[in-house]
């Protein structure tokens, strides 16, 4: 089946700093979401992305879909110490049916040294 | 919003006891709701997929009779470890979506179990 890679597993960054984390499939996707998780809280969605070659931004966050649809990443320009926490991609294919349920990647950790 | 809640949020119990974990969708009517368990530092881990009106249905590995799952309303799912044991201590999360096949999961804020 398919397996979403998310790397890297850990990245300590300056504020300030950029950060991107990455997510690679060795199949085609029909669909990719992007989760944080702050310490000891809950994931809570960021964004899906269908489209390939798609770009999506939310002020300091962009989000890419490759154009086949096999990697993503999620770029964050000049981060803050709010944007401590775990990202996980998580991918889900389309249709419903017995394959109903979201695989999550195994998450990057960022921690941001003020 | 949609906002899922859980209860408790923590709990603590002698190994043998029983323990039950409510999750709500408190202001949407979800028909598929989802268990995930998370070790300290690690991925989610999907358990079980519980279906309204149905039985739950559970991930390779994931024992059905340890880990009881009813879904009596729309609103409501519950998870029971049975018989827990300290290699049960873990955080349990649940999610909901609005609609079926929905573009995202709202998660609960979780429930962190120790089992002593």
């Known amino acids: 089946g398919q397996q979403v890679m998310q790397i890297p597993q850990y990245q300590h960054v300056q504020e300030g700093e950029d950060f991107t984390t990455y997510c690679n499939s060795s199949t085609t996707l029909s669909n990719i979401q992007w989760y944080k998780q702050r310490p000891g809280g809950h994931p809570v969605f960021l964004i899906q992305?269908?489209?390939?070659?798609e770009v999506k931004k939310q002020k300091r966050l962009t989000f890419q879909f490759g154009e086949a649809k096999k990697n993503s990443s999620l770029h964050i320009t000049a981060t803050q110490t709010t944007d401590v926490g775990t990202y996980f991609c998580a991918y889900r294919p389309a249709g419903g049916g017995s394959n109903y349920k979201l695989t999550f990647g195994k998450g990057t950790l960022l921690t941001v040294n003020p | 919003g949609a906002v899922v809640s859980q209860h408790p949020s923590r709990v603590i119990c002698k190994s043998g006891t029983s323990v039950k974990i409510e999750c709500r969708s408190l202001d949407f009517q979800a028909t598929t709701m989802f268990w995930y368990r998370q070790f300290p530092k690690q991925s989610l881990m999907l358990m079980a997929t519980?279906?309204?009106?149905?039985?739950?249905?559970?991930e390779q590995g994931v024992e059905k009779d340890k880990f009881l799952i009813n879904h009596a309303s729309l609103t409501l799912s519950t998870l029971t470890v049975t018989s827990a044991h300290p290699e049960d201590s873990s955080f349990y999360i649940c999610?909901?979506?609005?609609?079926?096949?929905?573009?995202?999961?709202?998660f609960g804020p979780g429930t962190r179990l120790t089992v002593l």
């Open positions: 992305l269908v489209k390939s070659g």
């Open positions: 519980s279906n309204e009106g149905s039985k739950a249905t559970y």
């Open positions: 999610s909901a979506e609005l609609t079926s096949g929905g573009d995202e999961q709202f």
